[in-house]
Every structure is written in C-alpha cells, then in structure tokens.
C-alpha cells in the first residue's frame, strides 16, 4: 500500500485531503508541521510526500529540501494557495528544490489524485511493499 505523507498548516486542509486520499486506500499520514513531517519521514518513509510552501516555523521549500536528502525516493508534490504570478515563481522554485508537480488549492480531487497516481508511478514497486 502506497504511504501519502501530507503537510499543511490548515487542518481543514488536511482532513479534506485524507478524506480525497483514503478512497483509492491509500496509507495517509499527516502533519502541521515541517518539523514533525521530517520525523514522520525517517520512521515510516512516505512514498510520497505533499507539502505547503507557506506554513509557520519550518517552511514548504526548508521541509522539501531535508525531506528530498533524508528520503531521496519520496516523491515530493508542492501545494499553495498562491496566486498564478506567484506560483508560476514557485514552480520554478519547487523543482530547483527537488520537487515535482505543484498543486493549486482549491485542487479539484482528480488533479490531486492524477498527481499522485503520477508521482507514484516512477516509485519502484519495491520501495511501496
């Protein structure tokens, strides 16, 4: 069963994504945190990871950047609330960080999904058992 790592400051946030999450079956965890979404990670390895760019304490890119040397496999999406000027500048930014794809909120659920379908899809089967 894949592992779905999500990080958002928004709890609202969070619960509607394990809810979109959870109905393919995948094993979701989550996180306020960048800190604690860096100790998730050394204990249980998300296959992938969906991280806020914009959260109190450790930021989206600081959280990607030590996830992307602490779990090199996890396939990181980006997700903001950002404004199409501002996450067109993320996008680039994301991916000079190691990131993949970056999601809009509001995200449609089958954007979301598509996403991580995709994201998973270059993860070793064997990294997923």
Do not use: C, H
């Not at 996008?91 to 089958?110: M, Q, T």
């Amino acid at each position: 069963m894949a592992r779905i790592l999500v990080v958002d400051d928004d709890p609202m946030i969070l619960q509607l994504l394990v809810e979109i999450l959870n109905k393919p079956g995948y094993d979701v965890r989550t996180t306020t945190s960048g800190d604690e979404a860096i100790r998730i990670s050394e204990a249980w390895l998300p296959n992938v990871a969906i991280v806020d760019v914009v959260m109190p304490g450790k930021g989206g890119l600081e959280t990607i950047m030590e996830l992307r040397q602490l779990v090199p496999k996890t396939r990181i999406l980006v997700l903001t609330g950002r404004v199409p000027t501002e996450a067109t500048v993320l996008d680039e930014l994301a991916a000079s960080f190691g990131a993949g794809s970056v999601l809009r909120k509001p995200i449609p659920n089958e954007v979301l999904l598509q996403a991580v379908e995709t994201a998973l899809a270059s993860v070793e089967r064997s990294d997923m058992e």
